[in-house]
């Protein structure tokens, strides 16, 4: 029998809603990231959306520093078709015009959203529009008092800062709130997660904070998230890169391919190569991804350089494409070999096969 990886188990929390996405409980975890233009360039932040939302992002965010840019968010929301968040930071007041203004959820940081009486008035803003919260707690702007307790940020200022803001939201009986407890130090982070995780059963948003560049970025996140992600925590998450933030969507959805959570579109096994392959993996791997970025259905292609461990991949993959000896290659579906072809047909009778399965 095929050997199966464990399922993981993930942490029951109940569920929000947010716009036309369920975060929590046994909702797929969702992949979000954040608009990185201006706000008030209403036309090129529509533009990276709509980039985001072809890459599969569920969820976006955007910032909105300013009452007039408030204004933009609400132009920016009518023109896309995922769930906008809009992003608060300093004034409650710009919460509650996001609220009226089309946003799918308000993200406040109570280390600087100010006093309960703020936000009580933006958990009646949330109410008053039937939109969630998220309370997202950030290690780099913790309350003054929170780091005069503890000395510097920690796990357990983070967890008190979440927490803390979630009372004067359960004093109002409203619990559609996702909490986060982000860091750009990765055991920090984590940590702080794990112990969040064991007090509440509000959704938890995962997310090493200032990851870095995309290579850096990339690596930190994996293990923070991924780590998180196996243990059962994590209800929607987004990876935070100093780069495009389709990069980030990429990546989002690779953490999650590769622990079996979620799939979409097209995933490449392929070998690193060596002297010994007969095909070009690398421009057959690029080839293949630029040209099927628009599949959505979950489609695994092994391209492997030669017959060392090709047709073992080809036994586990959808289509696979094998080097072989003068210039060709074998090309497998289901695990059966379809034939011998020349290595230049490779990229177009796979392409084609792909799209005859998702028809
Ligand atoms: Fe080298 Fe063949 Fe292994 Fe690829 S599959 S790394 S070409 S031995």
């Known amino acids: 029998m095929e050997w199966q990886a464990p399922k993981i188990q993930r942490r029951k929390s109940r569920q929000i809603t947010v716009g036309t996405v369920k975060v929590g409980g046994d909702a797929p ?29 569920d ?49 406040i940081n109570p280390g600087n959203i100010g006093s309960h009486e703020k936000i009580e008035m933006v958990c009646q803003a949330a109410k008053d529009h039937g939109l969630p919260i998220r309370v997202g707690v950030n290690a780099g702007s913790l309350d003054k008092d929170l780091l005069e307790k503890y000395g510097s940020p920690c796990p357990d200022a983070m967890v008190e800062a979440a927490l803390r803001a979630a009372q ?33 059963d509000a959704p938890l948003h995962l997310g090493i904070t200032e990851a870095g560049g995309l290579t850096g970025g990339t690596v930190l996140s994996a293990i923070g998230i991924g780590q998180l992600l196996q243990e059962g925590i ?16 990429k990546v989002g959805w690779a953490i999650l391919k590769s622990l079996h959570l979620r799939s979409r579109g097209v995933q490449i096994v392929a070998c690193p190569t060596c002297g010994r392959r007969g095909i070009d993996v690398v421009a057959t791997v690029n080839e293949l ?36 000896a003068k210039g060709n290659c074998l090309i497998y579906e289901n695990g059966e070999m379809m034939g011998k072809f020349p290595c230049s047909q490779a990229v177009q009778i796979i392409e084609d096969r792909v799209r005859a399965r998702v028809k």
Do not use: W
Request: some cysteine; proline content about 2%.
């Open 234 to 249: 994590g209800d929607t998450l987004r990876v935070s890169l100093a780069a495009d933030p389709v990069e980030e969507i």
């Open 289 to 324: 991804e630029s040209r099927l970025s628009d599949i959505r259905q979950s489609i695994k292609i092994a391209v492997m350089g030669c017959v060392v461990n090709g047709p073992g991949e080809a036994k586990h993959a959808d289509i696979a494409v094998c080097g072989g």
């Open 59 to 107: 969820i976006v965010r955007v910032t909105v520093p300013t009452l007039e840019a408030a204004d933009a968010f609400e132009q920016i929301v009518k023109q896309v078709h995922i769930p906008v968040v809009s992003d608060i930071h300093f004034d409650y007041r710009i919460a509650i015009e996001c609220a009226k203004k089309g946003a799918a959820a308000l993200r």
């Open 168 to 200: 004067t939201l359960d004093e109002h009986n409203f619990t559609d709130y996702a909490f986060s407890v982000k860091a750009s130090e990765l055991n920090l982070c984590v940590a702080a997660y794990r112990q969040l995780a064991k007090k509440t």
């Open 29 to 57: 975890i969702s992949v979000q990231s954040m608009t990185c233009t201006d706000t008030m360039d209403v036309d090129a932040t529509v533009n990276q959306i709509l980039a985001l939302e072809n890459a599969g992002a």
